[in-house]
């Protein structure tokens, strides 16, 4: 059986115990400090997990943010979004998991310790690459640790190379220039997922205007969470993204944050609800105020 959302530290182990094809990455990082996730990732891990730098391996590592927000690259090394974490090129993304052994018929789970912030960047990658058999490590290390999984240290042999493919996406990428096309029609509602005071455009600590894109609706991917550092129940997500779009349909929505990252705890959300699929807006924010045409909202 294939995990295309979540899997339990219960269900990892006993994953792991029978020998069934999978990878484990880690995908810990810190916005602030973006050498501290690889450092937390060499003192403790699960055995055997691959590390998943956001800005190395999950962002164009080729490319400076140009005029009006859009990316200069070498021909073949293109982004595939805008933004302060352009998505890479996906053939470039299958070279990266070539590289470090991971096959198309392989099991991933992904984790961090921050929430699901950063594992869910990869957890929608690898769908959008095609490989639906993938997901979200519930709770994190820390639910890990409290069942008593074992943990590594210091870095993992290396693996042999493997041959991933790219197949057919199974996550839809929506663009700045689809998302502004489609600004106040019924057909698109946008949700964004960074904290309320951010998106009221209070504070902006990262990007050079605050604010938000017309129209859309704040949800905070924190929300997701419960106490615990668990996602909620399925019927406990179901009904606050119902009450949240207010009638709108589920299908219309795309989802933003910063720079598409916070923002696929969301549409896992959604997913795990049953009211999925829905798109990203990779770019989100930090990409659409790159652009001084694009208009902005505030409160």
């Known amino acids: 059986m294939a995990y295309t959302t979540l899997i339990s530290a219960d269900e990892l182990r006993a994953l792991r115990a029978s020998g069934a094809p999978l990878m484990v990455f880690d995908c810990s990082f810190d916005l602030a400090h973006p050498s501290r996730g690889q450092q937390q990732y060499l003192e403790s891990h699960i055995p055997g997990a691959v590390y998943a730098h956001l800005d190395e391996a999950l962002s164009a590592r080729h490319g400076v943010p140009g005029a009006g927000g859009t990316i200069v690259a070498k021909e ?3 982004p595939s979004s805008g933004g302060r974490h352009p998505l890479p090129h996906p053939e470039r993304f299958a070279a990266w998991l070539s590289s470090v052994g991971f096959s198309n018929a392989m099991q991933a789970v992904v984790y961090d310790r921050n929430g699901t912030n950063f594992c869910g960047r990869l957890w929608w990658m690898l769908q959008w690459a095609g490989h639906g058999a993938v997901a979200v490590l519930d709770g994190g290390l820390q639910a890990w640790e409290q069942a008593g999984g074992e943990l590594a240290h210091g870095e993992e042999p290396a ?11 199974l996550q839809r990428l929506a663009t700045a220039a689809q998302v502004q096309a489609a600004l106040g029609q019924p057909g698109q509602t946008v949700v964004d997922a960074r904290a309320p005071a951010r998106f009221r455009g209070e504070v902006e600590p990262l990007d050079p205007v605050a604010g938000h894109i017309p129209g859309a609706l704040n949800r905070p991917f924190s929300d997701n969470l419960g106490p615990d550092g668990r996602f909620k129940p399925a019927a406990q997500l179901r009904a606050e993204f119902e009450s949240l779009l207010a009638g709108r349909d589920p299908a219309t929505v795309v989802h933003q944050c910063g720079s598409g990252v916070s923002a696929t705890p969301n549409l896992l959300a959604m997913q795990i609800a049953g009211l999925g699929p829905t798109a990203l807006f990779a770019g989100s924010w930090s990409e659409w105020c790159g652009d001084p045409s694009r208009p902005v909202e505030r409160g």
């Open 76 to 78: 073949g090394e293109m």
């Open 159 to 169: 693996h042999f190379q493997a041959n991933f493919a790219l197949g057919e996406p």
